[in-house]
């Protein structure tokens, strides 16, 4: 099947520094890939689209500007929470579509101190 | 809008026992209903999905999910749990022709000797 990789899978930053998540679809094109968050016992909510070439389209209530979401390139989209706080730390899951299957990456998990 | 509610967010199980995980969702379309399982430090996989045809989708390890249109369920069944299926259980659903997944929050099987 196809894989979605994500880079880091753990970060631990300082409150007030930026910091960039990489999801990489290794053996697939991906046009569109999906940025999610994921609280302790709640479930995957949907932050953004990531479109290939153009801008992302997020969710209601997510802060364009804290989290700024790029993809580049047809195997590579990036998200990078900016000036992180205590309040960001959470798990982070990308996914794309492959023939029709929504594939996920391990998720990043991002600890603000 | 579509929700989805898994009403237990643990289910505990000796193994060989059945086991059923409850799915529930709302929506005022028509919409297609996917099961993922998230192993330990994995990423999200999908286990079956529901997109048209015969109510009652099985997976290649033994679960099985049936639609169920008027009670708006789509629980996942097996009937003898091994140790190895010990994970978090999602169910998720889109409108159709869409690819933005809808969670619920989950449920952690725990299977025990």
């Known amino acids: 099947g196809a894989v979605v990789s994500q880079h880091p899978s753990w970060v631990i930053c300082k409150s007030g520094t930026s910091v960039k998540i990489e999801c990489r679809s290794l053996?697939?094109?991906?046009?569109?890939m999906f940025w999610y968050r994921q609280f302790p016992k709640q479930s995957l909510m949907l932050m953004a689209t990531?479109?290939?070439?153009?801008?992302?389209?997020?969710e209601q209530g997510v802060e364009k500007d804290k989290f700024l979401i790029n993809h580049a390139s047809l195997t590579l989209s990036t998200l990078t929470v900016t000036s992180a706080h205590p309040e960001d730390s959470s798990f982070y899951i990308c996914?794309?579509?492959?023939?029709?299957?929504?594939?996920f990456g391990e998720g990043s998990r991002l600890t603000v101190l | 809008a579509q929700s989805v509610t898994q009403l237990d967010s643990q289910v505990p199980v000796f193994e060989e026992a059945p086991v059923e995980l409850r799915c529930n969702y709302s929506s005022s379309v028509s919409v297609y209903l996917f099961w993922y399982v998230q192993y330990p430090n994995q990423g999200l996989q999908l286990l079956l999905k529901y997109l048209s045809g015969s109510t009652l989708v099985e997976s290649i390890n033994g679960f099985e999910a049936e639609f169920n249109k008027s009670q708006t369920s789509f629980h996942l069944r097996k009937p003898s749990v091994h140790i190895s299926d010990t994970a978090e259980y999602f169910c998720?659903?889109?409108?159709?022709?869409?690819?933005?997944?809808?969670f619920g929050t989950g449920t952690r099987l725990l299977v025990s000797p």
């Open positions: 998720a659903v889109s409108e159709i022709g869409f690819q933005k997944l809808v």
């Open positions: 996914s794309a579509y492959f023939t029709g299957e929504l594939f």
């Open positions: 990531s479109n290939e070439g153009s801008k992302a389209t997020y």
């Open positions: 053996d697939f094109q991906a046009t569109t």
